[in-house]
């Protein structure tokens, strides 16, 4: 039970079932890392990458699943929490569209992390699936341990009213664009509309050893507070990486014997009062080394091919999961999700969601759920005892101070009502200004704020002119492929001689995008005519997955020589598109045609489309002319 040996990785959850093809979804994070929300789409596509290094160092299997599914993900996450980016990336632009931030109504924070995905069979013959996983990990790249419940089942289609069981989700789904800063746009609203719609008509199973109760506890939103502990219960298991003393005092009224795992400064903090409820304090080991069979990590680390067969090392360290769990007599509750153990997550204005399962004791209760000393793969097995006669030190308040300073220029940046307008600067350069239309007066203090759009370098970062009731800062002659409505920003704030530093990215709205964009942000991808003639390949593989080929050249071998001729090539090109013309002219002919046209309008086409392609890709057009 939560053995460390039994893990699930987050991007193999994404994946559709056997025979299903991934509809539309959406995902809701408090940060987001635009790197690994890239690695997303691969997943939901069944592309097959073993890991999201695999997946970004081959940037046409990113570019083909943005291409499929980018416009039928959404992704919600709380505005100004978007880290920015260590490099530079085009595919960045095709995530536009996906991210949606919010606020959350009563001033805290967005703190959900749940993901619904909806998923259909090829011919739409069955009922949909849909799939919830329910996380207390955000949409990041970190590496510490979580917790993730994955819920699935079918949309009963017998049904008209939905069960009132689904509702609290069904709410929550429907209230997030209300929380939009910016006005969600027709797309988002109708596909939101249609999952909030179904999923009250979804009959979700719960895993093993869990009975058939589920309930949900969206709170923060209109109408919906947060759990309630109505029910008794003897022994209580907290696991949370943040806690607070007026939560725990609160809880621990009742039962006895409570265990309590979580980080050590969050332990430290805690009164001594508070520490002394429980009968046992555990802190992760970080120490722990594991090796796990048949796990890939969602993060490649390089192994050489003479060690493929080798047990791969999970290098976990720190707590993210929370976790309560409840027992009476017979029967443990777990509460699983994004709520720490804190008053603000449950009686404070934070927006948070939490799913209640239910089962026997001896099945799924908390000393099921530590496990035994003795087994390496038991949770206990890698935590540590909290010592109680740890050293308390003072903690000096003054970098608390100019945090709050930075993270008040953050909320005073993010009601600003920025927007971005580009105009021409000449033939193919343009100026990107950002104006701010509100007029509250920028908060009072020693700080200074930077911006930059994140298809620059930071050192090409500018003064926000925060005096400015308008113009805030603009850049000039930038290239069509530096256009981009995401804006770093960086407050370096200082109070009483500490300094503090926060960094985030805003998306904007934006303005004057010039049509052909798109085009040119195609064509700096696929830049030349190998990547050319490998996207094809990829455009013609199947929708329900597909390997990435190697290509092969004379001796069998790939290299990286990009001025081969097309008689050079060991690819049956012609043999795969005279399939596709046969098979479905409509969907991949199409496809490659508007790839075709859209490469066209790029100034480097003539580099990028062999000659030898356009006198194939002429029969082909003219044989599907004919079919018709």
Not at 575 to 586: H, Q
């Amino acid at each position: 039970m939560l053995s460390p040996n039994d893990r699930k990785l987050f991007l193999n959850a994404l994946k559709p079932p056997e025979g299903y093809q991934f509809d539309r979804g959406l995902g809701t994070t408090f940060t987001l890392d635009l790197l690994t929300l890239l690695i997303a789409p691969v997943s939901l596509a069944l592309f097959d990458s073993g890991s999201a290094d695999e997946a970004l160092q081959d940037p046409l299997l990113t570019l083909e699943s943005l291409r499929r599914y980018a416009k039928r993900l959404l992704i919600f996450c709380s505005s100004g929490y978007i880290s920015i980016p260590k490099r530079v990336n085009y595919l960045f632009s095709y995530l536009e569209d996906m991210v949606v931030e919010l606020q959350a109504p009563k001033g805290g924070y967005f703190h959900p992390k749940i993901w619904l995905l909806r998923f259909i069979n090829e011919n739409e013959t069955d009922s949909p699936i849909y799939r919830l996983l329910c996380l207390s990990r955000n949409l990041t790249f970190d590496r510490s341990w979580d917790l993730m419940v994955q819920l699935e089942g079918e949309v009963a289609a017998h049904r008209k009213m939905g069960y009132s069981q689904n509702r609290p989700l069904s709410d929550f789904i429907q209230t997030l664009p209300e929380l939009a800063v910016q006005k969600a746009s027709t797309r988002v609203q109708e596909d939101i509309s249609l999952l909030a719609d179904e999923v009250r008509r979804v009959v979700f199973t719960t895993p093993d050893n869990f009975s058939g109760h589920i309930a949900y506890y969206p709170s923060g939103i209109p109408g919906y507070r947060s759990y309630r502990f109505k029910e008794p219960y003897r022994r209580m298991l907290v696991v949370s990486p943040f806690l607070t003393n007026g939560f725990l005092n609160e809880r621990t009224k009742q039962g006895q014997d409570h265990v309590l795992i979580s980080r050590l400064d969050s332990i430290d903090d805690l009164s001594h009062p508070c520490r002394k409820r429980f009968k046992e304090i555990y802190v992760l080991d970080d120490d722990t080394d594991m090796e796990i069979d048949d796990l890939a990590e969602e993060i490649s680390t390089n192994i050489d091919e003479t060690e493929a067969d080798r047990p791969k090392k999970i290098e976990l360290s720190g707590l993210h999961a929370k976790l309560l769990v409840l027992e009476d007599r017979n029967y443990a509750t777990w509460l699983i999700g994004s709520a720490n153990a804190t008053d603000a997550a449950f009686r404070g204005s934070n927006v948070e969601f939490m799913i209640e399962l239910k089962g026997r004791k001896n099945a799924i209760g908390i000393d099921k759920i530590l496990g035994d000393d003795e087994n390496k793969y038991s949770l206990r097995a890698i935590l540590n005892e909290y010592p109680q006669t740890r050293p308390q030190f003072s903690k000096d308040n003054s970098q608390a101070k100019s945090d709050e300073l930075a993270d008040h220029v953050r909320e005073w940046l993010i009601h600003s009502k920025m927007e971005i307008a580009v105009t021409p600067s000449g033939e193919d350069n343009f100026d990107l200004a950002i104006d701010r239309k509100s007029e509250a007066p920028p908060p009072d203090g020693a700080y200074q704020i930077y911006c930059w759009p994140i298809s620059l370098k930071p050192d090409q970062k500018q003064v926000v002119r925060i005096a400015n009731s308008v113009e805030i800062a603009k850049f000039g002659n930038l290239s069509i492929l530096s256009l981009t409505p995401f804006i770093a920003f960086e407050i370096e704030a200082e109070k009483d001689g500490v300094k503090a530093e926060i960094q985030f990215v805003l998306r904007l709205p934006i303005s004057g995008l010039p049509d052909r964009r798109d085009d040119y942000i195609f064509g700096a991808i696929i830049s030349n005519r190998m990547q050319f003639l490998r996207y094809l390949r990829l455009l013609l593989a199947g929708e329900y997955g597909f390997q990435l080929p190697e290509l092969t050249y004379g001796n069998g071998k790939c290299r990286q020589d990009f001025d081969l001729s097309w008689e050079d090539l060991d690819l049956p090109l012609l043999e795969e598109l005279v399939r596709a013309l046969s098979r479905s002219p409509k969907e991949k002919i199409d496809r490659i045609a508007k790839i075709v046209e859209q490469l066209e309008r790029t100034p480097d086409s003539k580099t990028i489309i062999p000659v030898e392609f356009n006198l194939l890709w002429e029969a082909i057009i003219k044989a599907r002319s004919d079919i018709e």
